[in-house]
């Protein structure tokens, strides 16, 4: 049963560039979150998503950083024009239906802006 | 706004010791959570506390739900190298929703062999 996957593991980008960060769920999960850390810091939420639905995105930027999770395909975190306070590591959790079990993450994408 | 207050910040034992690590809320939760996070990977759950005073066991892991509900303990008996990495308490900003979650600001750990 494979884990969370996020891809790429690494991405590297221009300031004013785009990023695209995509998080696959474990099979059978059908809420998906993004939380972005910060280096010596914990993890913050960003965004709570099911299929085609936004639930939550009260931790996400006005400006700039927009998610979705499609009916087919993975989910993305888009952030446009991006700026060097980008940088961090952005990490995906996903969850079972039911909102109450404990969720499991993916190991992360490490954005760095130039 | 809420805030969940690690300590010690960090770390540095030799193998064999025992660790003690808490972690304290200025707000009430229903659900505490432990999590490790080992360089370069994602958050691992190590254990999920759901009830006041409650007192969870994961091998050599043990955490307690404080009885006041703002706060709660990790301990780790007879440390080994593979215990290196940073622990984070975790709780729902939301309840019914263990998903939307707020972290500490985590305590690293080192391990001396």
Not at chain 1, 84 to 96: E, H, K, V
Not at chain 2, 21 to 48: H, R
Not at chain 2, 58 to 84: C, E, H, M, W, Y
């Amino acid at each position: 049963n494979a884990g969370v996957m996020q891809n790429p593991r690494h991405l590297v980008r221009r300031r004013g560039q785009e990023a695209r960060l995509r998080c696959s769920p474990m099979k059978g999960h059908s809420h998906v979150y993004w939380y972005r850390q910060l280096p010596e810091e914990g993890l913050k939420f960003m965004v709570y998503l099911q299929k085609e639905n936004i639930i939550d995105e009260s931790g996400m930027p006005k400006e700039r950083f927009s998610a979705e999770f499609p009916k087919e395909g993975p989910s993305i975190l888009r952030i446009q024009q991006v700026v060097r306070g980008d940088s961090a590591a952005y990490f995906c959790a996903s969850q079972p239906p039911g909102k109450v079990s404990p969720l499991h993450f993916g190991n992360g994408t490490r954005l760095t802006v130039t | 706004g809420q805030q969940l207050n690690q300590s010690p910040q960090s770390m540095f034992i030799q193998e064999g010791e025992d660790v003690s690590m808490n972690c304290t809320s200025s707000s009430i939760f229903n659900t505490w959570l432990w999590y490790k996070q080992d360089p370069g990977e994602g958050p691992v759950l190590l254990i999920a506390l759901y009830k006041a005073g409650e007192l969870t066991s994961n091998g050599r892991l043990t955490a307690q739900f404080g009885i006041t509900r703002k706060d709660s303990f990790l301990n780790i008996s007879a440390s080994i190298p593979s215990d290196v990495g940073i622990y984070f308490c975790a709780g729902p900003l939301s309840s019914g929703n263990t998903g939307k979650l707020i972290f500490g600001q985590g305590t690293t750990l080192q391990v001396k062999p």
